[in-house]
């Protein structure tokens, strides 16, 4: 898989995906990811990718040219037809179903935005899903995109230690995830569920269905 970021900041990506299960996958050879800076795609002495928005109003707004060539030049470095990605607080809400879905392209392009927004024409004219984080307003598109490609990698095909430790996330089933326990058996008086320790694998797995649902009812209602 192909993975292209459309940004102004790309120096913000080389922590999240410098460690763990990102950078293996990437030094597998699972997913390349690169990066485009918008700006390069800027005009003039001051390379302006923003300007005050026309009918007057706080904040700036991102201008359609240093978007779209940045777009066509991610589009052009791969013969793969690419899924376009715009993140903003109003795309359709981001979920593992999506994530599972966009796990399947060969190539996704994401799109960054900064300031108060984008131009409208970038959301008309350049065919890309909107996609947003949940109802809150980050400061940029940034870390919507890594939780994107965090999302995405892991469920790659050999992106996890044990293949099946994506099938039981939370979501995975519609549900959330069963409560989990590791040693000590005994921890300051507070004791692992004996059925966990009864090694009967069917009373356990029913078991964590049952909590699963539970959790789900209690935790999260509108997912049932
Ligand atoms: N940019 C700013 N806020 C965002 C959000 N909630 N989701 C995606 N991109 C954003």
Redesign the pocket.
């Known amino acids: 898989m192909k993975i292209d970021v459309l940004t102004l900041f790309p120096e913000m990506f080389e922590s999240p995906l410098g460690h763990s299960i990102l950078k293996r996958a990437q030094d597998a050879g699972l997913v390349e990811i690169n990066f485009t800076n918008i700006r390069d795609f800027a005009e003039g002495q001051y390379r302006k990718v923003d300007d005050k928005p026309y009918g007057g109003g706080p904040g700036m707004v991102m201008m359609p040219g240093p978007v779209f060539d940045a777009v066509e030049h991610a589009k052009n470095k791969s013969s793969e037809p690419a899924r376009l990605i715009l993140?903003?607080?109003q795309?359709k809400k981001f979920d593992q179903k999506l994530a599972a879905e966009l796990s399947n392209e060969k190539h996704l392009i994401l799109i960054s935005?900064r300031y108060e927004g984008f131009d409208e024409r970038i959301r008309t004219s350049l065919g890309a899903e909107q996609?947003?984080?949940?109802d809150?307003?980050?400061s940029?598109?940034e870390l919507?995109a890594m939780v994107i490609i965090d999302c995405v990698v892991r469920l790659l095909p050999g992106a996890l230690g044990d293949e099946d430790s994506a099938a039981d996330d939370s979501f995975s089933d519609g549900l959330l995830e069963y409560p989990q326990y590791t040693r000590p058996e005994d921890f300051r008086g507070m004791k692992v569920p004996d059925i966990l320790l009864s090694g009967d694998h069917k009373k356990i797995a029913q078991w964590r269905k049952d909590q699963s649902i539970e959790r789900t009812k209690n935790n999260r209602p509108d997912l049932l």
């Open positions: 993140l903003t607080p795309g935005g996609v947003s984080m949940g809150f307003v980050l940029g598109g919507a």
